[in-house]
């Protein structure tokens, strides 16, 4: 169970679904800790990219980190290329507009709470519940709000502060970056989700589920800074085989319902999408998306290849020569 922290928090805390985690603790938070690209090991990363062509298309895909510590540097020679060549880039959700954060808001406040009188340490065993407080005192995060949430905003809530509080910000994520950058470039920038059926994905979880889902982070949490600076590493170094067992396996086999709602069907949601673009249209592309949707033998690439597609690894030589 170590890396099931690693695994949820990275995996599924995408640009539309930060607002909803934080949004009702932050300010009372305390302030994130220096920056620890280079005390994490990397200072240069070199994620990893796969390509995607047929006749008429050429498509890279990108497997982001949605929130990284200011400072690291990750742009490589052959991602700023086939960026820079492509005239449509895809994320996975458009969550900095105005109307977007309304509705995260308005999602957190109408849905992210118990209903009055209901708490979590009313839900938990003794034991869960004295750790949930620790763990909200460790992050400064106030209990008493944390324990009128629904299981689901408070494990967002607490995994989201456990990142920022390492240094990381979720302004300089790649996502986020590469996001700004496209629109400025006047690229045809377009999304696979939209925020409401991204917040979707927690406040429909099942009651059972995502109850569960917050009990193993609870008893998982002593573990969460060793397995996510080694997720962490991995993503920089492009480690397939560690992404995939953190942010795949450890998910499949603690969380199933979790993993196939957070990941495996929306890797075949996007494959629909990017097999009908790929077949209708023609020229370049970019896709950035986590880099958990990007491994395994559910991932986007592997579901591609399965259509026909031609897939390979992008930039392995230059990423080497960086």
């Known amino acids: 169970m170590k890396h099931l922290f690693a695994a ?3 995996a599924v805390l995408s640009a539309g679904s930060l607002p909803a985690a934080a949004q009702a603790p932050q300010a009372q938070a305390g302030k994130a800790q220096p920056p620890k690209a280079e005390e994490m090991g990397a200072e240069i990363a070199a994620p990893a990219m796969w ?5 008429d298309s050429d498509y890279v895909l990108f497997g982001t980190f949605h929130i990284l ?8 020679d052959a991602l700023n290329a086939a960026f820079s060549e492509a005239d449509v880039v895809y994320f996975e ?3 900095d507009t105005p109307g977007a954060e309304a509705i995260t808001v308005n999602t957190v406040m109408t849905q992210g709470f118990n209903k009055r009188g209901v708490t979590l340490s009313g839900m938990l065993n003794e034991a869960d519940a004295q750790k949930l407080r620790e763990i909200a005192n460790e992050v400064k995060l106030p209990f008493a709000a944390i324990d009128t949430m629904r299981p689901w905003n408070a494990f967002l809530s607490l995994s989201v502060q456990f990142i920022i ?15 700004k950058e496209a629109k400025a470039a006047g690229k045809d920038v377009r999304f696979f989700e939209t925020i409401q059926e991204q917040l979707a994905l927690f406040t429909t979880l099942e009651p059972e589920v995502e109850k569960n889902l917050l009990i193993l982070t609870i008893r998982d949490w002593d573990e969460q800074e060793e397995s996510f600076d080694d997720l962490y590493r991995a993503w920089a170094n492009a480690d397939l085989g560690v992404i995939d067992a953190q942010m795949n396996e450890d998910m499949r086999d603690m969380a199933p319902a979790v993993y196939e709602s957070l990941l495996a069907e929306r890797n075949r949601n996007w494959v629909e ?5 790929l077949k209708a249209e023609s020229g370049k592309g970019f896709v950035a998306v986590g880099a958990g949707h990007l491994v395994g033998d559910d991932s986007v ?13 992008y930039g392995v030589e230059a990423a080497n020569d960086n």
Do not use: C, I, K
């Open 273 to 277: 999408q990017l097999d009908a673009v």
């Open 93 to 95: 959700v458009e969550a």
């Open 8 to 10: 949820a928090s990275a």
């Open 165 to 179: 509080n390492q240094g990381f910000d979720p302004s300089h994520g790649a996502d986020s970056v590469l996001m």
């Open 69 to 76: 510590p200011p400072g690291l540097d990750w742009r490589r």
């Open 301 to 313: 690439p592997a579901l591609l290849e399965a259509r026909g597609y031609e897939v390979t690894r």
């Open 51 to 55: 390509r995607v062509r047929d006749a």
